[in-house]
Nanobody, 115 residues
Framework: QVLLVESGGGLVQPGGSLRLSCAAS????????MGWYRQAPGKQRELVAG???????NYADSVKGRFTISRDIAKNTVYLQMNSLTAEDTAVYYC?????????WGQGTQVTVSS
């Protein structure tokens, strides 16, 4: 069993930045591709950024150029740097394997972009 704990969310003004963190209870990042997902009210959960075990990254078109995914294997942590935030980025953000393991979903961290 792996426990994933997301943190770093909050309220930010449009154009602002946040850095999300996802800490794992044990080392999985070295073995598996990981992703950051988000779910906005009334919408399906979507993958916004992924990173492979070889550190290749991919992004949804809606966040490309604004978000950066990275990881620190020694700290069992994956990060999501989010810049130039807009109201459309408001959602609960989760991390999980890519593709996700249903038993790994954590509580997520709320990101609200509003003036």
């Amino acid at each position: 069993q792996v426990l994933l704990v997301e943190s770093g969310g909050g309220l930010v003004q449009p154009g602002g930045s946040l850095r999300l963190s996802c800490a794992a209870s044990r080392s999985i990042f070295r073995l598996y591709p990981m992703g950051w997902y988000r779910q906005a009210p009334g919408k399906q959960r979507e993958l916004v950024a992924g990173i492979t075990s070889g550190s290749s990254t991919n992004y949804a078109d809606s966040v490309k150029g604004r978000f950066t995914i990275s990881r620190d294997i020694a700290k069992n942590t994956v990060y999501l740097q989010m810049n130039s935030l807009t109201a459309e980025d408001t959602a609960v953000y989760y991390c999980n394997k890519d593709p996700p393991n249903l038993s790994f979903w954590g509580q997520g961290t709320q990101v609200t972009v509003s003036s």
